[in-house]
């Protein structure tokens, strides 16, 4: 009795290397950064006195700034609107093109291709489109379609506009909700920048070509005698995509959402070279603020507090997903 | 997979580390300079200081080592990580100023003061600069230029269409606003698209308000930010965000010059590297005068400092005194579009804002720049940034001077 074959040990021996690399190098890092997150460490000299939860909470406070707290709302608003408009569209493109068009494959390849560019690209064209202009030299851009078009009352700021959707504390329903216990809820934080959505725009116009494509393989692994059953049933055509297709390919748009939900929960470049933190932080997002505070700030606790808190938010969207998946491969 | 990942890891990891270690073979006659000019006359002027270096010592061999970036911020950051890894360049660029504080100088840094002594630098510098380039007792860094922060500068058609004099105060720039107002021309231009330009506005105002004592006691805790005079900067620079430009958010600064270049804005406040894009564009309609109520020059620096652990010492000594010497500053500075840092630099070589410049540099007193790392440490200057592009927006007096004051409290605690 070998406790130990030959084979073991070889095998073993080989994936060591990429163990420890991967325990030092993503792990051991990550450890450290949350270590540094808990210290005074504000200037090139790492200092590493022990704050505690200092750095945390002067995130989640509005004094000095409130800029991480305008960013947490800003993430939300861009993450949920991003993912609904991919799916949707994304969805919508790919049952247009399961009807076997002519020509499919040219406007496959049309709504693949945005998903090639680099987002700082995506982000400059659209900062060029949606570029308002001003009262005193004409708009430009989108609004001088607008315009041309004699559709002038849809112009307006798009990403330079710093109005935010919420329930005032004072208005009625704000009051109401105080009133309730849930006064919390009437916040300028907990709301929508509508800069944001301009944002939403650009980065769905590059992406719903990505969830198409997840969507057309699926519906195209979905077998014409299903289809066919259905409709010898008695579906209407509608009934057929609610009631069989959407469930059958329901693990696809799981997929999409992870993959598209960590994109948007890590968004840096788009809003880098599109928009910039934005008036009043309307644009402004959590990567974005790290960046900004560890090498221009210097204030590298914070920057690796931001970079902590990232990393708990993706980890809540990431863990159930693996555990699933992996629960599944065993079961297969 | 992970097994050739892996061998192609190693590979990569061998070639790397042996080409680390040719170029760190340091030795041979050489001075590696590290700055973060790349671009256009920047560009020209180190090439030009060089030159000037080059004729006096022809057997060193100049590295050029630069890292792109506004502002430094990308330069900073590799730079920081040589020092504290003991492989520094043999000097380096640093805003003269606070912005020492960051990379620790008792313990990485030469203190400059024989040199200052042997070359006579103390003589040649006003006052105000030699005082705002010690640090804990020692000179640090030895400057080769200035810029100036606090320029107003205006299309002069439109102010001689209208028959406008250029405001000497806050009261005539108002009236002057109402009347480029009336006519639908933009009366200042701002871009706050990076959240500095704001603030570099905002400064000036302060300056103007609390005079540049007070603007100094501001970074020292010597004037509390509580106070009235403060609310009334602030109030201030509230009404002036009332008549600018609706679009400011989504311009950088040179874009929202654009808008006086061509005719559609009257006046604009920023650094004199402004002069260098209006030549860069060839307009010659623009004039200058102080932002008013500002007979101070607010002044940033550009000075090159030397590592402890400077593998060409002697070399670097060498360079320093270049940049402090007359030759070099006259031949650095007409090409950047700054000013010298001596006061003993002849002036013809300048163009007339230059000029002008110069002439102010020797009589008026000395404010250093915050937004450009003069005033206040790195991290005490991005929080005063955020709080100023949220006031931009939400102009909101009390709640922007409690949070300025939260902020003077945290970094002035320590």
Known sequence: MKGV???????????????????VFVYGFIGFTGFSSLTKWDSMEPNFTFVGLHNYQRLFSTVPTDRFLCDLRNTVTFTIFFLVGCIVLGFALAVLLDRHVRGEGIFRNIFLFPM???????????????????????????????????????????????????????????????????????????????????????????????????????????????????????????????????????????????VLGHISLKIFDLVVSMTGPGPAFATDVPAYYMWDTTFRGNNFASGAAIATLLLLVVALLIIPYLVSTTRSEVRA | ???????????????????????????????????????????????????????????????????????????????????????????????????????????YLVPLDDLYKSQGLDKVFPQDLLSLLQYKGHYWGVPVDIHRANVLWYNKKLFADNRLQPPATWDEYFKVSKVFKAKKIIPMTMGTKEGWESCHVFETVLISVLGPDGYKGLWTGATKWTDPKVTDALNLYKNMLADINTDHAA????????????????????????????????????????VPGTKVFDGLSDSFALPKKAPHM???????????????????????????????????????????????????????????????IEKWATVYKDIMNTFATNLDVSTTQQALDQAAKDNLAM
């Open chain 2, 314 to 376: 002697q070399n670097a000594l060498n360079w320093l005194q270049v940049c402090g010497s007359q030759a070099g500053q006259a031949a650095f500075n007409p090409l950047k579009g700054s000013i010298p840092a001596r006061t003993d630099v002849d002036p013809s070589l300048f163009n007339p804002y230059s000029q002008s410049a110069m002439k102010d540099w020797t009589s008026e007193p000395i404010a250093p720049s915050v937004m450009h790392g003069a005033a206040a």
């Open chain 1, 5 to 23: 074959t030959r084979d073991r040990a070889i095998s073993f021996g080989l994936v060591a290397p990429s163990i420890i690399l991967i325990a």
């Open chain 2, 1 to 107: 997979m992970a097994r050739r990942f892996l061998t192609v890891f190693s590979i990569v990891l061998v070639l790397g580390a042996s080409l680390a270690l040719v170029a760190c073979g340091g030795g041979g006659n050489k001075l590696e300079i590290y700055s973060w000019w790349t671009a256009g006359g920047e560009a020209e002027g180190l090439k030009a200081l060089m030159d000037v270096y080059h004729k006096q010592y022809p057997n060193v061999q100049i590295i050029n080592a630069t890292v792109a970036g506004g502002a430094g911020t990308n330069a900073k950051a590799v730079l920081a990580t040589r020092l504290t890894g003991g492989n520094p360049p043999d000097a380096f660029q640093l805003h003269a100023g606070l912005e020492v504080q960051k990379y620790d100088p008792e313990k």
């Open chain 1, 116 to 258: 090639a560019i680099s987002y700082i690209v995506t982000g400059v064209v659209w900062r060029w489109i949606l570029s308002p202009g001003t009262s005193l030299t004409g708009s430009t851009g989108i609004n001088l379609l607008f315009d041309k078009l004699g559709l002038g009352f849809l112009k307006w700021g798009w990403f330079t506009d710093a109005n935010m959707v919420y329930i005032h504390p004072d208005s009625r329903f704000g009051v109401f909700l105080a009133h309730i216990g849930l006064g919390g809820l009437a916040s300028p934080y907990i709301g929508i920048s509508l800069a944001m959505i301009s944002v939403v725009l650009a980065a769905s116009w590059q992406m719903s070509g990505y969830t198409m494509a997840m969507y057309l393989a699926a519906l195209r692994g979905i077998p014409t005698e299903m289809r066919e059953a259905a409709r010898v049933d008695g579906a209407t055509e509608l009934q057929v995509y609610m009631r069989v297709i959407v469930p059958m390919i329901r693990p696809v748009t799981l997929s999409a959402i992870i």
């Open chain 2, 251 to 290: 311009l950088s600064w040179d874009q929202a010059l654009q808008y006086l270049l061509d005719g559609k804005a009257a006046m604009f406040i920023m650094g004199d590297w402004t002069n260098g894009w209006f030549t860069s564009k060839n307009f010659t309609g623009y004039g200058w005068e102080c």
